[in-house]
């Protein structure tokens, strides 16, 4: 890469990023999916939480109705400076205008300009890093200062190059896997080579960004959560490509965060080392219930070299049955520590599973001893 993709990177994840703003009222368009345009002013309202957009449309404007799941149809400025690709009806105005929600908002057009770099601003975290992603440069750099919770952190990853939108979904997606919590893409900048913002894309998709982290780097040095953020961003389309459900995998671990209640999200731990386990050996087809996934998870520990004693699997279909069968933890209760022991004992087996999946070795976080243990690199998996 050159000095000049280099310093733009680097002036880019330095960049403050605006949350909240207004687009005065100006001609736009409502289009509905068969391209009918009725025309009349609009104007959006950005907050951290939502995109509102205010219409005023002809006498007589009625949305159409849409179906379950689907949006209503898009709304476009007359001169296309922004667009809101999906909007649903969400009531109407004191004074009549129609009121619309939507989760993205797109700013801009690249038009025939080349993309040099891709901005992504994250809510949730604010560590840094930087590596080489696909030969792309990457670089991670905090954007908030003196955060006191989660909620408030806030961090941007560059890579010089046209990050399409699969690409944000696995960046997003490993960067919440090594944070220990579900972060969120607040907004994604296309930018040319002298650092222009070329298309903004600002996202609400009015996810949770967690009741508490919980990282399988811990205490572990940014180095290694970078190497462990870009193994997983690069391995993540191989894996789907293979019909490895890694997306599903990460995901159940990503939620459990979301939950307060440790009997709610201790099975959602079990279920990504489980899910793992099962592809492992049963691959896509579903095979008939077993009164023991133990073979599974001793299949899955060999393969991935986890680690795992004959007493550790015994404990962790113990946890299954207990929790996925009966449903919630039993006696000995929250009283004595158990439940609390176990749920660590869990999370660092679905953290293992996943950075092993995803060819990383190095030091990470084990919950339940509270110390860095060490994922060695094996051969074959």
Known sequence: ????????????????????????????????HDGAKTPGFAS???????????????????????????SNGKVVSSDRAWSAPHVNVAGKSADGAHLFSTMELIVGDPGDREVAATRLCIAGAD???????????????????DAVSHHDRRMAIVVAVNVDASGAEDIGRACGFVTGI???????????????????????????????????????ADEHRMRAFIALVSAFPKLLEQGVPIDMIVDQISAH?????????????LMATLTAAYHRMHGRELVPGA????PELATLNLALGL????????????LRVELLEAGFFHKPGYETGRPQKDIKFI???????????????????GAEKFEARDLAAIDEK
Not at 291 to 294: F, K, L, P, S
Not at 348 to 357: K, N
């Open 1 to 32: 890469m050159s000095q000049t993709s280099s310093a733009l990177i680097d002036v880019l994840s330095r960049r403050p990023a605006l949350e909240a703003f207004d687009i005065e009222s100006g001609p736009a368009f409502f289009v509905t």
């Open 44 to 70: 959006v309202a950005v907050s951290r939480a939502t995109i509102a957009i205010r219409f005023e449309g002809p006498e007589g404007f009625v949305p159409p109705k849409a179906a379950y799941g689907d």
């Open 127 to 145: 560590w840094s890093g930087s590596g080489v992603l696909r030969g792309n440069a990457i670089v991670v750099h905090p954007l908030s200062r």
């Open 182 to 220: 579900d972060v969120e893409i607040l907004r994604i900048e296309h930018c040319s080579a002298d650092g222009q913002a070329l298309r903004v894309s600002h996202l609400r998709g009015y996810r949770r960004v967690g009741r508490g982290p919980h990282s399988p780097f811990t205490g572990v």
């Open 257 to 269: 965060n979301q939950v307060a209640q440790i009997h709610v999200s201790a099975p959602l731990l």
């Open 291 to 294: 009164a023991t996934r133990a």
């Open 307 to 318: 680690g795992l004693s004959e007493a550790d699997i015994a404990r962790f279909e113990g």
């Open 347 to 365: 999370r660092d087996i679905s953290h293992a599973v996943v950075l092993r999946m995803c060819d990383y070795s190095g030091p990470f976080y």
